[in-house]
């Protein structure tokens, strides 16, 4: 018998970070487990869906080295409900893995660790440091306008591009709207080829540098990319296809400018969209004239509503352009001023929306006819 004996919180924080990439459903039972290694650097659990891997060591005291494969989400929901602080005990028997905290015993079927997957990294031809600030920023300012439509895989996730003169630029789009930020490529990053990481693997880093201010450690190849963020590693495949050209939708001739108070817009726009209907996809009318914006939503079935705010247009004559209000007030969201700009061309045409004098971080929004 093999023996393990861990600090119920570490163990947790450990599982919390491996289980979250594992499938509820899926075809393979083992890919509902999580891989256990106990060798002389402590207690390694990794799990994997076969495009995303998580790997992390944690301190424990281990009688002798072993390796076994047990329910994910069945052994994490257990840690769980242990006393914060308390002793986990972990005894590996024949077929089984019996896991005991103070009076409590659970005995968990394991499958060979033989059997368990294994994401092959290969070799990476970039490696660099970014600080998790940057990292996150990259993530926070364009996961919103990632594609969730199965059919353009290559929208599935954000691309990520060196620019000269040291930039890193990150883009997402769904075909409605796009998001683009840039932040100093570190050393190390100069000319890499640009990379689509998929959806999941965005959503999951985000997690993992929550609150951290450290740097971040990103290997490259043309296929994946691994991150290492503190003892957690995390080895995703990349997304094969091809980007679009984003430049070639970004506007360049948008002379209409308007500013406006973020919060006052964002809350108009939320107010006077009680009424609208899905069925019509929520559209809000916006017409500026002089020094006034009004925004209008008509609904066949409920009626219209219509609220205006002061604004500041460089525009003498009048302007009308209609938005999807979901996406509007997501690109509302981003915007970290108290006022936003958008650059205009006409109705049908896209809009530029920054915060002013932020030319890092732009948005781009379709129009819709109203």
């Not at 954000?158 to 932040?183: F, S």
């Not at 400018?257 to 817009?265: E, F, G, K, S």
């Not at 006077?272 to 009004?294: F, H, Q, R």
Request: proline share 5%; aromatic share 8%; net charge negative.
């Amino acid at each position: 018998m093999t023996k393990i004996t861990i600090e119920r919180n570490a163990l947790l924080k450990t599982l919390g970070h491996v289980q979250r990439v594992v499938e509820r459903r899926n075809t393979y039972p083992i890919l509902a487990n999580v891989m256990i290694d106990a060798g002389g650097n402590g207690l390694t659990m990794r799990a994997t869906d076969l495009d995303i891997e998580v790997t992390e060591t944690v301190s424990a005291s281990i009688s002798a080295p072993f390796a076994t494969t047990i329910p994910a989400s069945t052994f994490y929901d257990i840690v769980k409900k242990f006393g914060d602080g308390s002793e986990v005990t972990l005894e590996h028997q024949g077929e089984g893995m019996v896991v005991k905290s103070g009076r409590s015993r659970f005995n968990l079927a394991t499958l060979a660790a033989d059997s368990f997957p294994d994401l092959k990294s290969g070799s990476f031809t970039s490696e660099f440091k970014l600080p998790a600030t940057d990292l996150r920023a990259m993530i926070e300012r364009t996961q919103f306008a990632i594609s969730s439509e199965e059919t353009r895989y290559y929208l599935n996730g954000i691309y990520v591009h060196y620019l000269e003169p040291g930039l890193l630029r990150t883009v997402a789009t769904d075909g409605h709207r796009m998001a683009r930020t840039e932040v100093p490529a570190p050393e190390g990053s100069r000319g890499f080829n640009g990379i689509i990481i998929p959806k999941k693997t965005v959503n999951e880093v985000a997690k993992l540098i929550d609150g951290m201010s450290s740097d971040v450690g990103v290997e490259i190849s043309d296929t994946k990319i691994r991150f290492t963020v503190g003892e957690v590693v995390l080895l995703s495949k990349l997304i094969e296809g091809t980007f679009p050209d984003y430049d070639r939708v970004t506007p360049k001739n948008n002379d209409k400018v308007l500013l406006a108070d973020r919060d006052d817009l964002a809350k108009m726009v939320d107010r006077v969209s009680t009424i609208a209907s899905d069925k019509g996809g929520k559209a809000v009318k916006l017409t500026v004239v002089g020094d006034k914006l009004e925004a209008v939503v008509f609904n066949q079935d409920h009626g219209e509503a219509s609220e205006d705010m002061p604004v500041e247009f460089s525009f003498d004559g009048a302007f009308e352009i209609g938005f999807n209000t979901r996406y509007l007030l997501d690109v509302l969201g981003q915007i970290p001023t108290d006022q936003v700009q958008f650059k205009l061309n006409d109705a049908n045409s896209p809009t530029l929306i920054s915060a002013p004098n932020e030319p890092n971080t732009i948005y781009v929004l379709m129009p819709m006819r109203v």
